[in-house]
Structures are given as C-alpha cells and as structure tokens.
C-alpha cells in the first residue's frame, strides 16, 4: 500500500526555519504531482504548496510565498518543504499529498490521491 510519512515538524522560534520531509512509498514517485497543506485549531485547510511530477514548476500560497520552497528528490521519493522566516501565523499541523492527474485546483485536497497524517509545527514569539 501507499504510504507517506511527514516528518521535521516542532518548535521553533518566530523568524527560525524548519524542513519538513515526506517520504512516500508504494507508487511511482516520479510520475506524481505533490502538494503541501496545512491547517490549524479552528482554520480552514490551506493549501500552501505544490510542484509538478517533472519537478519544473512550483506554486505557492500568498501566505507562503518567498518564504518557503518544495522540492523533491526521485531517487529519495521525497518531497520537501524548506520553511524559512516563520511567523506565530504558520503553526499548524502540515501534510503532504501526492496526484498523479493534474485536473483541478492543486490547492484542494480532495483533487489529491494519496496523503499522509502530517506533523505539527509550532511557532512561538
């Protein structure tokens, strides 16, 4: 079965970094488009996040943007989230997904085939 496991999520200061991990088995890594989402106590889900299977082109939410950046490693099969200057605002729980069709919005989860549980991130100031 498929299985994706996020991990580098915990406490961190306001204007510190993380990098979180996603590490996916059980499909054809390379041939999957992959988003990241987040969601905090009381908030919508947001989707933050999303690079395509060939790796060529990323997207970022507003809240996001110039902040963080995915990436992924083939060989690896995992996807990354490196989150620099992060702010009270971003503390939540993150996870990943990963498609393999690319219709539809790539900031709605249900657009998505596959997902993991995700792991918190907590900024404090």
């Known amino acids: 079965q498929v299985q994706a496991e996020e991990s580098g999520g915990g406490l961190v200061q306001a204007g510190g970094s993380l990098r979180l991990s996603c590490k996916i088995d059980?499909?054809?890594?390379?041939?999957?488009?992959l988003g990241w989402f987040r969601q905090a106590p009381g908030q919508v889900r947001e989707g933050i996040a999303y690079?395509?299977?060939?790796?060529?082109?990323?997207f970022y939410a507003d809240s996001v943007e110039g902040r963080f950046t995915a990436s992924k490693d083939n060989a690896k099969t995992t996807f990354y989230l490196q989150m620099n200057d992060l702010k009270p605002a971003d503390t939540a729980i993150y996870s990943c997904?990963?498609?393999?069709?690319?219709?539809?919005?790539?900031?709605?989860?249900?657009?998505?085939?596959?997902w993991g549980q995700g792991t918190q991130v907590t900024v404090s100031s």
């Open positions: 997904a990963a498609r393999i069709r690319v219709r539809g919005s790539w900031k709605e989860k249900p657009n998505y085939d596959y």
């Open positions: 690079i395509t299977s060939d790796g060529r082109y990323t």
């Open positions: 059980g499909l054809t890594f390379r041939d999957y488009a």
